[in-house]
C-alpha cells in the first residue's frame, strides 16, 4: 500500500502522494511517477492505491461523460463507479478524488475502497462513497502520526515527517486480497504536493527519497557521500 493524504483548509486543499509503483510479489520498484493526476477542466484530481491500473481506468470512467465542473462530477459518482467497476472487473483499489466546489464554496475530498483494506482512512464498508469538507484524511499515514495543528505550515514539514514516519512501516502488499500477507516497504520514490483552490492548482515534489528502480523500496537505505578533496 502507497499513500495518498489530503488536508483541507477553508480556502484550498493540500493534497500528498507518494510516487513508487512495485511489483506486489516481490516488492521490487518499477518505476516512479506522479501519482496525484489532474482532471482536466474540472478543477479537481484524483490518487489511487492498490492497483496501478486504477490510473487509467478512473481517468476512462470520467472521460465516459461530459462533465464541465467538479459538482458534476460528485452529483454523477454512482454513475462513474459503475463505469469504473466494469473497467476493473475484480481488481481492487482505493481512489481519492479532491476539488473545489464551485456551488459550495469549499475545497471537497471524496474516497471509496473495493478492496480487503477498505476499513483504511475510516472507509468501514466496502464500495461506500465517503466525503471530507475539513481537515485531514489519510491513507497511509497512521491517524495517531497525524501531526497536531496545520500539517502545511513550515513548507509542509509536518507532513513530510509523518509520511517518512509511515515509510518507515511495512504493508501487505497484497492489500489484504489473498490469503497470505505479503509484508513490504511500499511508500517510495517522491512525495508529491498540490495545491488545490478556486481555479488555482499549482504541484511540486517536495522529497526525493534515494529508491533504486528495480530494487525493494528500502527506507533506511544509506547513500554514501563523497570526501571534499
Known amino acids: 500500500m502507497s499513500l495518498m493524504t489530503a488536508y483541507i483548509k477553508p480556502d484550498c486543499i493540500h493534497v500528498f502522494a507518494d510516487g513508487a509503483f512495485y511489483d506486489t ?3 521490487i520498484l518499477m518505476r516512479v511517477e506522479n501519482k496525484i493526476c489532474p482532471l482536466p477542466g474540472l478543477n479537481a484530481v484524483f490518487s489511487s492505491r492498490g492497483s496501478s491500473p486504477a490510473f487509467a481506468g478512473f481517468y476512462a470512467a470520467v472521460a465516459a461523460f461530459s462533465f464541465e465542473a467538479f459538482d458534476d462530477l460528485t452529483n454523477a459518482l454512482p454513475e462513474v463507479w459503475a463505469v469504473f467497476d466494469a473497467l476493473m ?7 481519492m478524488i479532491a476539488g473545489w466546489s464551485e456551488s459550495r464554496a469549499r475545497g471537497e475530498v471524496y474516497a471509496r475502497a473495493t478492496h480487503a483494506y477498505s476499513k483504511w482512512g475510516g472507509m468501514s464498508e466496502t464500495g461506500a462513497t465517503y466525503r471530507w469538507v475539513e481537515g485531514g484524511v489519510s491513507f497511509g499515514v497512521d491517524g495517531r502520526d ?3 495543528g ?3 505550515e513550515d513548507n509542509c514539514a509536518p507532513m513530510v515527517a509523518a509520511i517518512e514516519k509511515a515509510r518507515s512501516i511495512q504493508y501487505d502488499l497484497h492489500c489484504g486480497e489473498q490469503d497470505t500477507e505479503n509484508m513490504g516497504y511500499a511508500i517510495g520514490g517522491h512525495i508529491q504536493h498540490v495545491v488545490l483552490g478556486s481555479h488555482v492548482m499549482g504541484t511540486e515534489i517536495l522529497k526525493v527519497w534515494p529508491d ?16 571534499a578533496a
Open 25 to 27: 510479489e516481490t516488492g
Open 89 to 95: 472487473g475484480d481488481v481492487g483499489c482505493e481512489i
Open 146 to 148: 497525524w501531526p497536531e
Open 150 to 152: 496545520d500539517p502545511t
Open 212 to 227: 533504486v528502480i528495480g530494487e525493494p523500496i528500502a527506507p533506511f537505505r544509506v547513500v554514501a557521500e563523497p570526501l
